[in-house]
């Protein structure tokens, strides 16, 4: 393939070399500095896809991120990204590209039958056809999902990396355009810390695409002299490929840089693809530009017909064109300048234009340049076939309904339209800003913004279209002092003819050829006029029910028209129809650009003890509790899980087991008001602990519910150290907190984390206290240091902090020392243990041996429903106290009430089976569900300390005390129905002597 | 009588490589760390401490004072972190203690529940705008400069030791995750 439609000269490419790409199984050339965009058009390749509702063909409209045909699927594998631009897709050596949207290819693409049924295709055709019968819908939905569709998400996990950064300019500028580099210029002369964002790769945005002066040197001279300058000030960063996407409260916006996203595919191992930026800036100005908007004439989507500003840019940034014969159809003078540009680079061109008149410097140069004007005009009508081959162009009536007269054949190979131009205002819309309506160019431009997203717009976006004056404007936004840069004052739009709907030589929405307003979702002007007939006169509504400007397109080159068409029609001006709100993001992003790092181990923190990496030295299979690795059990060769549990579960009855329990919460409460507070945090009362003594609790919430506990132990006079659950520990600490500063800020209290602090090793068993006091030397029998007792003493040369407090049943001492030396106390005592044959075990055990003793797992046996009279430990709760959290609540009729669930023991009828936790205990077992379902499982496990080895259970019951001795039904999941017995929940040791022992 | 072998402390990223190269990571030797609460309005809690710091209590959220060996960081209306050998720290807690007798003021332990990361090299403000929404630009966060801020998921007490150098006190189980974040982040500088 050759480069025909490459001008010999021109455009801002690197000719000397040529780089090689694919597009649908093909292989083309281009240069770097293309787009695929500009390279396709350079091959004459102008079909590029196939319409989202009517499998229309359709090639470019645009030369920017407006375009809404040309969507991409670029790449294969792993790599591929659908709904890419063409447009905004920098050519790279071996880039690989496809069309999207149709089947089995581009050129005979079978959906195409969409459009010749199109009549059953009208707009809300999803609600009316296909809603009913509703259980059909399923299969609808899937066939019209294949059929209108974009791109294909990839199937394979990314390999690329992304990342997020974060910055924090006084001036976020978005747009490097020629009110952009003014404003930022400006700004950076008055020393502010300036980022400028723009989404091409080069700075001087619609610069770029035109012959304009500023200060009296060519424009890109003068955009290459700010780029130097901008690259000397030390606090200003310039972001190129970085595409703005969405403007957030308290001017927080984020944009997205394509860091090597333009090289291909794993261009870098060390750069990340792209890079979300998320700005925090104090200002901001709004330098988008402005969008041209297509008129909307008949079958006007056929592929080679452009916007006449794109055909501008692609002529000026690329050195290429569309074909050798060009027809540029306007209601403004902004198009001229495409029609003379090109005429000049030897295009034939034939410039229709719907007024009589133009601007005179308008018409002079077209005329010096060599171009056909036919005023009064409109095109009425495509020839397109394999391309453009000609159009229709008709005497338009002084109404501007009609036209009239014979029908003129112009052969072209390429054409373009112009019907004025939309500022960009998508990001100040996002910024919740107020639009106004421009009556001498008919279009939407900035107002008023809102306080918590201060911004101002310059140049196009704000609805100026003068060089000059964009220049000024984004100067004195930037907040220089000095001159302005000044560029020759262009009256660059004219006196516009405002022809939302231009007539063709039949009623528009009643013959064959079709008017689009909004190529991306295929909507026509006859859709929104239906939508209007059947009610949906708002706005939004209409919106919504023709697919107008929703989804990545966002109306970029549509809204404006359907605004304009649905105002004529109702013989209402334009605002009186009002907008509809543009909504992040401004063009697509990646789901790899949001995650950015936080993914694989990066994902989320795992929390580690000190002593986890000998217990994974040590064959631990670990499990999760909160964000904390814990060790779950240890087993030996050859064990399974239920082995090794059973070995470590009567090893620690029998002889002595030690167990990692770091993870535990632990906070330092210090002040004269400690107990003060620990009666107003737990049910039961605190007054009586004496120094050195340790005594557990229960936490309610206002509700009564039980929400924590664990043990609170006085070290010093007023100085106490409580433990929390391992998940409760932010909570409870919170809790305080919130108590402390909201409640009671009279009270003298400090509490302090200090989790980490401490590594907690826990040694639990007849053979426990053997143990210790081969570690130490300091006297720690059972009178010195009695069951519920503290003490300070050297362990292995350490100092330790002991508490006498068990969640096993047995002699059991926690051992508290800091983390530093949690590793090399540990192993002290795993030596010092082996003369006792003392087993390590894990999490899993420690729930064995606290269900045989009927200890409750917050969470796990009460799940914030549960009162301690449920869990039948009303024995905690004190009834002299005069108040306590949760105090009031237990009285309430609900949580005082019979036939609550209450916390029971099961013993299943067959011992060797271990009833599933969450298995439903039934009070009438019937052939299927639903059955009355009376309470569940809450934990359960095989004991071999119970009888000899048997299955144990914990259960919340309706009325569960009434019923101990009695047989309850459990139809499990698997279809069994099983019978268990109600009984005590302490299995082990009822008479409470082995802890004290 | 037993014998036991010299107690052997470990910090928790004590098995990681050093990241090493235009930027360089490193686990700092375990510090003496205490958490003080008090009132800075109590004329017997600021005279307990200037008994000890010379010079006047901070008290700007991020202020930071030096005496010899030790420091005084401001971390919010009533919460101070104090900083000191790994040695000093039980004979600092007896002093204090005893210093603020019946002034509601505490002091905690907390050497080993934090430990501290230093990321040095040019590109260390550029790494740190990767982990923080903190404006940490040489303007924002100039050398000396200290805040509590979130780094990725972490809570972190952040110091820019110099323009090239910052210092980053994280929970102990926390820091792993972090150690991870920053060599990530530090990669496209290190190669």
Known sequence: ?997 | MNTFPTPVARTPLADLPLLLGALSLEERPLSGKVSLRGNAGDSAFVEALSARFSGALPTQVGQRVESGQASLWCLGPDEWRLQCELDAVEDTLAQLRDAFGQCHASAVDVSDYYTELALSGQATRDVLAKLTPLDVSAEGFPAGSQAATRMAKCSVLLHMVRDDQAVLCVRWSHAEYLWDYLCEAAREYNH
């Open chain 1, 1 to 997: 393939m050759t480069q025909d439609n490459r001008l010999p000269a021109g455009g801002l490419i690197d000719r000397s070399r040529t780089l090689s790409f694919e597009f649908d199984g093909k292989t083309y050339t281009g240069h770097p500095g293309d787009t695929l965009a500009s390279a396709l058009m350079a091959n004459g390749v102008t079909l590029l896809g196939r319409s989202f509702k009517y499998h229309r063909p359709r090639g470019l409209l645009a030369a920017g991120s407006e375009e809404p045909n040309a969507l991409i699927q670029l790449e294969r594998g792993a790599h591929t990204e659908p709904n890419t631009r063409a447009t905004a897709i920098e050519l790279y050596d071996g880039l690989n590209a496809c069309s999207q949207n149709r089947w089995p290819s581009l050129k005979y693409d079978i959906g195409v039958v969409n459009s010749w049924l199109s009549r059953f295709f009208p707009a809300g055709f999803y609600y009316k056809t296909f809603m009913w019968p509703e259980r059909l819908w399923m299969t609808y939905e899937h066939v019209i999902r294949r059929a209108a569709g974009l791109g294909v998400s990839p199937r394979l996990p990314d390999p690329d990396r992304y990342e997020h950064r974060h910055d924090q300019p006084e001036l976020l500028v978005v747009g490097a355009g020629p009110a952009g580099l003014a404003a930022a210029l400006s700004g950076a002369r008055a020393g502010k810390r300036v980022v400028l964002v723009d989404e091409n790769p080069q700075l001087g945005g619609s610069l770029l695409g035109s012959r304009d002066t500023i200060d009296g040197q060519s424009a890109l001279d003068w955009v290459a002299g700010v780029r130097a300058e901008l690259a000397e000030h030390p606090c200003v960063r310039v972001l190129t490929r970085t595409t703005l996407t969405g403007y957030f409260d308290y001017n927080y916006l984020i944009a997205t840089e394509h860091v090597t996203a333009h090289l291909g595919p794993q261009a870098s191992d060390d750069l990340p693809r792209q890079r979300l930026w998320k700005f925090r800036a104090k200002s901001v100005v709004l330098a988008t530009g402005a969008i041209e908007r297509p008129l909307v004439f008949a079958d006007n989507d056929r592929p080679g017909i452009l916007l006449a500003s794109a055909v501008r840019t692609y002529q000026h940034r690329f050195g290429v064109l569309p074909g050798r014969r060009l027809v540029v159809f306007t209601n403004n003078d902004s198009a001229y300048s495409t029609a003379i540009d090109a005429a000049s680079a030897g295009v034939a061109v034939t410039l229709v234009d719907c007024r009589d008149t133009a601007g005179d410097a308008a018409e002079r140069g077209a005329d010096a340049a060599g171009v056909t004007r036919m005023m009064g005009s409109a095109i009425t009508g495509v020839s397109y076939r394999n391309g453009l081959q000609s159009v229709d162009v008709m005497a338009l009536s002084a109404d501007g309904t009609r036209v009239d007269g014979p029908v003129q054949k112009v052969p072209c190979d390429s054409a373009c339209s112009s019907g004025g131009w939309n500022p960009a205002v998508h990001l100040h819309s996002q910024a919740k800003g107020k639009l106004r309506w421009l009556e001498d160019t008919h279009t939407y431009a900035p107002a008023a913004c809102a306080s918590t997203m201060p911004h101002s717009s310059v140049g196009a976006c704000d609805g100026e279209f003068s060089l000059d004056q964009a220049l000024n404007a984004g100067w004195a936004a930037g907040g220089a002092t000095g001159p302005a840069p000044s560029a020759e004052r262009v009256a660059s739009i004219g006196a516009l003819r405002p022809l939302w709907v231009v007539p063709c030589d039949h009623p528009v929405g009643e013959g064959p050829k079709k008017h689009f307003h909004e190529f991306q979702n295929d909507a026509t002007a006859a859709d929104l006029w239906l939508a209007q007939r059947e009610g949906f006169e708002s706005i939004e509504h209409t919106k919504r029910y023709t697919t107008t400007g929703m989804a990545t397109d966002q109306g970029k080159t549509s809204n404006v028209n359907a605004i304009g068409i649905l105002a004529s029609s109702r013989g209402i001006t334009v605002p009186e129809v009002g907008v509809t709100t543009f909504r992040p993001p401004y063009t697509p992003l990646t789901f790899g650009a949001i995650v950015g790092q936080n993914r694989r181990h990066l994902f989320h923190m795992v929390r580690k003890t000190p002593i986890h990496d000998w217990q994974a030295d040590h064959g631990a299979v670990f499990e999760d509790v909160g964000d904390w690795k814990r060790a779950r059990y240890y087993p030996k060769p050859g064990e399974d899980m239920d082995a090794a549990v059973r070995r470590e579960c009567q090893a620690v009855r029998e002889g002595v087991g030690l167990f990692d329990a770091s993870t535990l919460g632990k906070i330092d409460l210090q002040g004269e008001d400690v107990a003060w507070l620990l009666d107003m945090l737990y049910t039961n009362a605190w007054g009586g602990l004496a120094v050195g003594k340790c005594r557990y609790g229960l936490m309610l919430n206002e509700h009564g519910m039980v929400f924590d506990d664990g043990v609170t132990t006085r070290v010093a006079e007023n100085h106490y150290h409580m433990t929390t659950t391992t998940g409760g520990a932010a909570r409870v600490l919170g809790w305080i907190e919130e108590w402390l500063q909201t409640e009671w800020p009279d009270k003298r209290v400090h509490a302090t984390s200090v989790t980490e602090q401490w590594a907690v090793m826990a040694l639990n068993g007849p053979r426990a206290r053997a143990v210790l006091e081969a570690l130490t030397e300091d006297d720690v029998s059972n009178d010195a240091l009695p069951f519920m007792g503290f003490k300070e003493i050297q362990l292995a040369g350490v100092p330790a902090r002991v508490f006498r407090i068990s969640f096993t049943g047995e002699q059991a001492f926690e051992v508290n020392v800091p983390a530093r030396y949690g590793r090399f106390v540990w192993e002290q005592m795993v030596a010092a243990g082996a003369a006792h044959d003392m087993v390590i075990y894990g999490t899993e055990t420690m729930h064995v041996l606290r269900a045989e003793k009927g200890f409750i797992i917050v969470g796990q046996d009460s799940d914030g429903t549960m009162t301690p009279s449920d869990l039948d430990m009303d024995w905690i709760v004190s009834k002299k106290k005069a108040d306590f959290l949760g105090k009031r609540s237990l009285t309430r009729s609900d949580t005082s009430r019979d036939g609550r669930k209450q916390l029971v023991g099961l013993l299943s009828e067959d011992p060797s089976l271990v009833l599933p936790e969450g298995a439903h205990v039934v009070s009438e077992l019937r052939a299927a569900p639903p059955m009355p379902m009376i309470g569940h499982v809450t934990s359960s496990y095989f004991s071999p300390n119970v009888d000899g080895g048997r299955s144990i259970a914990l259960a919340v019951i309706q009325g569960g005390f009434k019923r101990k001795g009695d047989w309850v039904d459990l139809p499990l999941i698997d279809g069994r129905r099983v019978r268990a017995k109600v009984v005590d929940p302490v299995f082990v040791d009822a008479a409470g002597e082995r802890v004290k022992s």
